[in-house]
């Protein structure tokens, strides 16, 4: 009796070996065109982002239609993060952490914005859309002016006031690589 079933162990076994053998003939390498939406990083430097563009007025009407029911009507007040205001009060014992006061890098909002945002349908803004909610963020935090228009040359031009606020930590600042 236990012979049997040793032997249907075995087979199973012998089954499973051999069908995980074969798994490499699943699938195929993906084409450029079907790698494309997923290819949609964007560096500190300005690497990645898309052709487009977007003004401050625009951004307006956009943030309006897709994030102030979640952050407010101007960036603060909502339900979710407050994204204006706290220049100054980093070194506080109140930190207010916004666009404006914490992020060093106007390239990284734009990528963050097109990637997950709106919440409820996160990569769904056009990319002129992003640039326009991204140049409509900045201006509400008195970065650029009320006629700022940003594309993918000027948006990595942008100065964030906490741009050299970050200080890597003493046991990350010098990197060896033992060999």
């Known amino acids: 009796m236990f ?3 040793n032997i249907a162990l075995a087979a199973v076994a012998a089954l499973s070996i051999s069908s995980s053998a074969l798994a490499y003939e699943f699938g ?3 084409t450029p065109e079907e790698m494309k939406p997923w290819d949609i990083d964007v560096r500190p430097d300005g690497k990645g982002l898309p ?3 977007g ?7 956009v943030f309006a239609e897709n994030c102030a029911a979640c952050h407010g009507d101007n960036g603060q007040g909502g339900i979710k993060d ?7 009060t980093l070194a506080s014992d109140n930190p207010i952490k916004t666009v404006g006061s914490f992020w ?15 919440y409820q349908a996160p990569g769904s803004l056009s990319v002129d859309d992003t640039y326009a909610v ?13 006629d ?30 033992s060999r």
């Open 55 to 61: 003004t401050v007025g625009h951004g307006k009407e």
């Open 104 to 118: 060093p890098y106007a390239t990284t909002l734009f990528d963050y914005i097109h990637r997950a945002m709106p």
């Open 148 to 177: 700022a228009k940003l594309d993918q040359v000027s948006l990595p031009k942008v100065q964030m006031p906490n741009r050299d606020g970050f200080i890597p930590e003493p046991e990350f600042r010098k990197i060896t690589n």
């Open 51 to 53: 052709d487009g563009s």
């Open 134 to 146: 991204t140049a409509y963020l900045l201006n509400l935090n008195g970065i650029l002016p009320d």
């Open 28 to 30: 195929r390498t993906a």
């Open 3 to 5: 012979w049997h079933r």
């Open 82 to 88: 407050r994204l204006v205001g706290g220049q100054g």
